[in-house]
């Protein structure tokens, strides 16, 4: 009778497991596609207005309409990053209409590619948390893709960067890696996996610092050294297209300049860009911080492969911004939630467990969406637009010469064809104004660049007429949570220097 009364009762709990699949995972979507509503609010609301027009933004549109214009991925002769991010920012333009919506509507120039890169964040929200499902499970999964989602220290993804475009073919390579596993078709996902590694290297050198990681995970899954090393032939291969096309063009020595320039143009000021990534996001980094040490504690090598050959090289290279610790952090984002996942399950209670995590689910979006809105309904660009509509109305190119950042000087050269424009004011350290008349737009950066030659200081000082467009900046709180907008002031106190009384005409 006992034997009878067991075997019903196995039949009904596997019966009712089947029945609960369905609704657990009907649940487990919706959760997903919640996470990705608030990743593209956070990512895609206000995307011209905040944040400010970087300078190196101004340089990869530049380079991108140049390959629009001319089908030539390589900008004159300086190689100082690899060219796949402008072919794929090129290829969007063209899709969206460039450069005739610039024309219609200035926002345009950068809403257009900043909604590109709201886009690959919302992709990067939902490739972080397929990896943290697929190596920790589903609870690391939620937790790393909304702190992925809403956590402050993502708006960096909102930039127009090498390391924002480089970003889902690094994460795709990785999960693509981790599926090869228990596929039929292993072969063609290691190859893919070492397709789209290539192409992140291809973006920005920095990613062979994730060779490791991919590597590892690669070996781990096949156990075979034959498919490592299959793998590893298109992930060199690829970025090799770069040199490879400088010395059949003969511009191999303009390659060796460019890029030992590029690594050797160090500040020497590593912890201070530490000091501003915590300024930027306090709570973020104490928890990556503490959870990378948990990693080194716990011995996860699939953490510790994805963050310390980066912090390594970063540690090597003399040049370091806080913008190029957007590599890792979708890392920090699986981390954290690693940790957070392993100290609940030490509540032995599972309705205790899931209190721990609906609590810790609820402040972190909460605090992270509160925090990121603040900063993504700021705007913090309205001054630098006014400075360009200023330059279309008033830049005459027969007898003037205008002298400014890229984030500006593109728009004036390769969308309104005008002459006489230098693509970035540090041109003038090496070929001087051979027009009566000069234009310069002084802002933040042109200051922050004017020690680097006397050039700099005695154009400044010898255009005498000026007029100012200030978006007071400076009135804004940048005390915690709002710590970013510190890193945000390029719109700040922009003049307008002339050599001639020119009566500006306001739009």
């Not at 996902?189 to 992140?200: F, N």
């Amino acid at each position: 009778m006992w034997e009878g009364t067991w075997k019903k009762l196995q039949v009904y709990r596997v019966s009712r497991c089947n029945e609960l699949m369905p609704l657990q995972s009907r649940r487990h979507y919706l959760l997903l596609f919640i996470i990705l509503i608030l990743s593209s609010y956070v990512h895609l609301w206000n995307p011209a207005g905040f944040p400010d027009i970087f300078f190196d933004e101004g340089v990869y549109m530049r380079r991108a309409v140049n390959v629009l214009e001319t089908g030539n991925p390589q900008e004159a002769y300086f190689y100082d990053h690899p060219y796949w991010g402008q072919i794929v920012l090129a290829g969007f333009l063209k899709i969206a209409g460039f450069p005739d919506t610039v024309e219609q509507n200035l926002e345009m120039s950068y809403l257009v590619p900043r909604i590109l890169m709201g886009i690959f964040a919302v992709l990067d929200t939902f490739l972080v948390y397929k990896i943290a499902e697929k190596k920790f499970g589903r609870r690391t999964a939620v937790i790393a893709s909304v702190l992925f989602a809403v956590m402050p220290f993502t708006w960096l993804l909102r930039r127009i960067l090498l390391d924002t475009i480089l970003l889902p073919f690094l994460l795709s390579s990785i999960l693509v890696a981790m599926h090869a596993k228990d596929s039929k078709n292993q072969n063609l996902l290691i190859l893919g996996s070492a397709l789209l590694l290539g192409l992140a290297i291809f973006t920005k050198v920095t990613a062979v610092t994730m060779i490791p990681i991919v590597g590892y995970i690669i070996y781990t899954n096949t156990r075979c050294k034959n498919n490592l090393l299959k793998w590893m032939v298109p992930v060199f291969a690829i970025p090799l297209i770069w040199p490879a096309t400088s010395l059949l063009l003969n511009q191999l020595d303009y390659w060796f300049r460019g890029v030992f320039w590029q690594a050797g143009r160090g500040s020497g000021a590593n912890l201070v860009v530490v000091g501003q990534l915590f300024f930027i996001d306090t709570v973020l980094m104490v928890l990556a911080l503490a959870s990378f040490v948990f990693a080194i504690y716990k011995r996860k090598l699939f953490l510790m492969l994805w963050f310390v050959p980066f912090l390594l090289f970063v540690s090597l290279v003399g040049y370091l911004q806080y913008f190029h610790f957007i590599l890792i952090l979708p890392v920090m984002c699986i981390s954290i939630g690693f940790m957070i996942h392993t100290c609940a399950k030490r509540i032995q209670k599972n309705k205790m467990q899931n209190y721990y995590f609906m609590i810790v689910m609820a402040a972190i979006v909460i605090f992270g969406t509160v925090s990121s809105s603040t900063l993504i309904n700021t705007d913090l660009t309205r001054g630098q637009f006014e400075v360009l509509r200023l330059l279309v109305d008033n830049f005459n190119d027969k007898d003037t010469t205008l002298l400014s950042g890229p984030a500006y000087s593109w728009i004036l050269s390769d969308i309104y064809k005008r002459d006489h424009v230098f693509s970035d004011y540090s041109e003038i350290l090496f070929e001087p104004v051979r027009t009566e008349k000069t234009i310069l737009v002084a802002d933040m950066h042109f200051m922050d660049d004017i020690s680097r030659g006397i050039q700099l200081q005695d154009v400044y000082d010898d255009l005498k007429y000026t007029i100012t467009v200030d978006d007071k900046i400076e009135e804004f709180n940048t005390a915690f949570p709002y710590g970013s907008l510190a890193f945000t002031r390029e719109g700040q106190l922009i003049e307008l220097k002339t050599n001639w009384d020119l009566s500006w005409k306001r739009p």
